[in-house]
């Protein structure tokens, strides 16, 4: 009964997006993809703690570029999160990472209230995934204090799980994730299993 009255609450509030009622960021429909991932990121499956129901929901959405719901719904405490990629042996950023953070800042800059959280380690040069995203992304203008660091997890389990300390302690209502198209479901999954049901997770495609 409490996952039906809260799906319920957050479906209104995706309709409400979707007009563009009672939101600041939301000026136009959103796509359809993005409606259907709203819908199915607030279900008993998706937004669950059962494993085969979280990858079969997961399977279900459509990968897309477009910015999910949840930030029209919320762009206060929704966080974006940027799943970081390995850095060359001089702690250089290589292509994909780039993409990742190029649609990181388009995402942050439509949506300035947004916090962003990069997780990644493996340093390269004494320098993790983590600090170079930062750099990257406060080189372009983005606050440094908008952004968290999470510089220990070295696979997408551990993102998903150290990250998820850092959204606990914030207080986030939702996280989108950032990464690329091969990447995106295994992450959704992932995260949705670490977060254990408390918030919603969707995912931007960077590719």
């Known amino acids: 009964m409490k996952d039906m009255r809260r799906a319920g609450v957050v479906t209104v509030a995706l309709a409400a997006a979707t007009l563009g009622v009672g939101t600041a960021q939301a000026s136009a ?3 359809p993809d993005t409606i259907t991932n709203g819908i199915l990121s607030i279900t008993p499956a998706c937004q669950g703690t059962v494993d085969e129901l979280i990858k079969a929901c997961t399977r279900l959405e459509t990968p897309t570029p477009n910015y999910p719901v949840m930030l029209d719904v919320n762009p206060v405490t929704t966080h974006l999160v940027v799943l970081g990629a390995g850095l060359t042996e001089d702690g250089q950023i290589q292509p994909v990472l780039t993409q990742r953070l190029e649609a990181t800042l388009a995402t942050a800059q439509h949506y300035p209230t947004a916090p962003i959280i990069v997780t990644g380690g493996v340093p390269k040069k004494g320098i993790t995934e983590a600090s170079a995203m930062k750099k990257w992304l406060t080189d372009r203008g ?18 998903a799980a150290f990250t998820n300390d850092v959204l606990h302690q914030r207080g986030a209502t939702g996280a989108v994730l950032v990464t690329n198209r091969d990447h995106i479901e295994r992450a959704m999954i992932n995260f949705r299993q670490s977060v254990d049901a408390r918030i919603p997770v969707a995912g931007i495609v960077a590719d």
């Open 29 to 31: 429909t959103p796509a």
């Open 142 to 159: 983005v606050p440094a204090e908008r952004i968290t660091e999470e510089p220990e997890s070295s696979s997408t389990v551990e993102n």
